[in-house]
């Protein structure tokens, strides 16, 4: 209205609301997972005021690296390899783009943990995120078929809950400089004999739902220069 209040119907359904910030903006950023979605905590029913603060920066000079298939299980030495090879190495590539003034970003591309060792070995997306707790640069997160609950078989949505509430929605788009980033969820979890304290056999489909793809064409609609660079994420 007049004042700038807005109103958006919703039925809730994904128990969250997200925004797509534009060019030369950034968010809040916590354990290294930009802030640019908010839980919802009531029935649709209730309204609920969710704000987003967005901070100007200039990022049309910027350097994007894609991290992929890092699972991390605590095992094998893995954690120590991790720190002392990737973490060491991305840290001092981001620290050499810093000082030529360029921003830095980053996008995961799925399978940050591995689901065999969730249980046995008590290592989940949580402990992953912790192990990344140093970095300065954002990093923006995808979901893989290794990042599902293996003790909820049949269920997708239930399987990626873990995952929502630690990395945020599992499709967004942002924009950063003058290039329109998306990140999609193509896999479907099925994960045949999945109970609480059993674990599946944690197979799953590549698709991308319907509901993601009538959303990615209202996201495509808002990009008015149609000479826009896109780049999408996925596993």
């Given at each position: 209205d007049a004042n700038g209040i807005y109103y958006?119907?919703?039925?809730?359904?994904?128990?969250?609301?997200?925004?797509?910030?534009?060019?030369?903006?950034?968010?809040?950023?916590?354990?290294?997972?930009?802030?640019?979605?908010?839980?919802?905590?009531?029935l649709s029913a209730r309204a609920e005021i969710k704000d987003f603060e967005l901070i100007?920066?200039?990022?049309?000079?910027?350097?994007?690296?894609?991290?992929?298939?890092?699972?991390?299980?605590?095992?094998?030495?893995?954690?120590?390899?991790?720190?002392?090879?990737?973490?060491?190495?991305?840290?001092?590539?981001?620290?050499?783009?810093?000082?030529?003034?360029?921003?830095?970003?980053?996008?995961?591309?799925g399978d940050q943990s591995w689901d065999a060792y969730w249980y046995d070995n008590n290592f989940k997306l949580k402990e992953y995120v912790a192990q990344l707790k140093d970095l300065e640069f954002p990093i923006y997160n995808t979901i893989g078929n290794h990042d599902y609950d293996?003790?909820?078989?049949?269920?997708?949505?239930?399987?990626?809950?873990?995952y929502r509430s630690v990395m945020g929605p599992t499709y967004y788009s942002v924009n950063i400089g003058?290039?329109?980033?998306i990140v999609l969820d193509n896999v479907e979890y099925t994960n045949n004999g999945g109970s609480n304290g059993?674990?599946?056999?944690?197979e799953y489909n590549n698709i991308i739902t319907t509901a993601q793809i009538d959303w990615l064409k209202k996201d495509l609609a808002y990009i008015a220069d149609k000479n826009t660079a896109i780049a999408i994420a996925m596993h």
């Open positions: 958006l119907p919703s039925s809730k359904k994904n128990g969250y609301v997200f925004i797509s910030f534009p060019s030369n903006y950034e968010v809040k950023v916590e354990n290294t997972i930009p802030q640019f979605y908010k839980n919802l905590n009531f100007p920066v200039n990022n049309n000079n910027h350097i994007v690296a894609f991290f992929a298939d890092t699972h991390l299980a605590n095992r094998n030495d893995d954690l120590k390899q991790f720190q002392e090879g990737f973490i060491k190495d991305i840290n001092e590539t981001y620290q050499g783009y810093k000082a030529q003034n360029k921003k830095f970003y980053a996008f995961t591309l293996p003790y909820v078989g049949g269920n997708d949505w239930l399987a990626a809950a873990n003058k290039v329109h980033y059993i674990m599946g056999d944690r």
